[in-house]
């Protein structure tokens, strides 16, 4: 990895075999959150997630984003932001609610939904991009009743039985303060045809440390990094259609119905700390 120097921040670990183009970022300066750049996903396949919150996260001024657990109307919330939206955010009630009668009979990991057809319309992406080196800088959370992640989505994720075309889910980082990262991609959507490529998981210490995660996306497939080294690839199947990206925490057992419902003062203090994310094009 060669390192890009970016004046008065963090310099990036980029792979070297490649020129690079810094094509977006947000460095987090300030004392506000950017939302010409992130919007806050407060909803879960087409109703509203009482887990979520817009009250989770702040600028620490010294150019670092900080997500942190908030009590919101009696329950413990954590906050998601990205710079696009899909079926997730759309809110379609009587969808939801058939989901919601049906979840136990869902054939896929997460046990509850069974579609997500029709899409509701879209708003435009305040970032998607196709292609390219994707990194972010972060220190993490040290509880383990939360985890935090950084990735890519989608708007039309399952919309078609053919990834390429329909895009897919890539997991730069997701970490569930269990003695691993994980990191890969998820695709054909989440109903029963799901499937995963380089879902790999590797010890990580808890060092309250930070640490650099990237993704390397071509017509050729992925490669994902940690700290600089290469961790897994995949070379099928290759979206090529552009993502968003996202920046999220959220409790444990909030989607089983299953959360904790008393805190420790340790785990309230707690807190996922972004120094930056940014998006490289190849130089060609």
């Known amino acids: 990895m060669k390192k890009y120097e970016v004046e008065n921040h963090e310099y990036s670990l980029l792979p070297k075999d490649k020129e690079w183009k810094l094509v977006w970022s947000d460095e ?50 954590t906050s998601q932001l990205q710079t696009g939206e899909n079926s997730f955010d759309c809110l379609d009630f009587e969808g939801a609610i058939k989901n919601r009668i049906e979840r136990n009979h869902g054939d896929n990991p997460w046990g509850h939904q069974v579609e997500i057809w029709p899409f509701k319309p879209l708003k435009k992406a305040k970032f998607a991009h196709r292609y390219g080196y994707y990194e972010a800088r972060v220190k993490f959370q040290k509880c383990p009743f939360w985890w935090s992640a950084f990735w890519t989505q989608t708007p039309t994720i399952g919309a078609s039985a053919n990834p390429e075309y329909a895009g897919v889910e890539s997991d730069i980082m997701e970490y569930f303060v269990d003695g691993t990262l994980t990191s890969g991609n998820i695709y054909n959507g989440y ?9 790999i998981h590797y010890p990580y210490a808890g060092d309250d440390e930070w640490h650099r995660f990237g993704m390397s996306w071509d017509e ?32 444990q057992g909030y989607r089983s119905d299953e959360p904790k419902t008393s805190w420790t003062e340790e785990e309230l203090n707690d807190r996922f700390i972004v120094d930056y994310v940014r998006v490289f094009d190849e130089v060609k």
């Open 28 to 77: 987090f300066d300030g004392d506000t959150l950017d939302e010409s750049k992130w919007s806050f996903r407060l909803n879960y396949w087409g109703m509203p997630f009482d887990g979520f919150t817009d009250k989770g996260v702040y600028l620490d001024g010294n150019s670092n984003l900080v997500f942190k657990p908030t009590i919101v109307d009696g329950r413990l919330c």
């Open 191 to 199: 109903g029963k045809q799901f499937s995963e490529t380089a879902r």
């Open 220 to 251: 050729n497939g992925y490669v994902f990094y940690f700290d600089g080294k290469e961790t897994a690839r995949s070379s099928e199947p290759v979206s090529k259609v552009e993502q968003f990206v996202l920046l999220t925490t959220e409790i």
